[in-house]
């Protein structure tokens, strides 16, 4: 199994920018596809972000040209660097592979409000 932490999460005004990562218990960032998921109150979890083994990256039309997904230098953790956030943005925001496939973590809670 592999445990996910995901920090960086925070109460930011529209149009503010945020840091998401992602540590996990084993390194396989380089073994699996990554991905960012969100899931705000009353909707289903949802991916807006992936990151194949490869290095190639995709979003969801929402965050398209915002966020921004990417590995640190030392493979250690996976980033999601967020701009111009929204209240729409407003959600618990998790990572797992792209399968999902396995557990989740508890996520960080990125709030959006002025």
């Known amino acids: 199994q592999v445990q996910f932490v995901e920090s960086g999460g925070g109460l930011v005004q529209p149009g503010g920018s945020l840091r998401l990562s992602c540590a996990a218990s084993?390194?396989?960032?380089?073994?699996?596809?990554m991905a960012w998921y969100r899931q705000a109150p009353g909707k289903q979890r949802e991916i807006v972000a992936g990151?194949?083994?490869?290095?190639?990256?995709n979003y969801a039309d929402s965050v398209q040209g915002r966020f921004t997904i990417s590995r640190d230098n030392a493979r250690t953790t996976i980033d999601l660097e967020m701009r111009n956030l929204k209240p729409e943005d407003t959600a618990v925001y998790y990572c797992?592979?792209?399968?999902?496939?396995?557990?989740w973590g508890q996520g960080t809670q990125v709030t959006v409000s002025s």
């Open positions: 990151l194949t083994r490869g290095g190639g990256t």
């Open positions: 084993r390194n396989i960032f380089m073994i699996y596809d």
């Open positions: 797992n592979t792209g399968g999902p496939n396995f557990a």
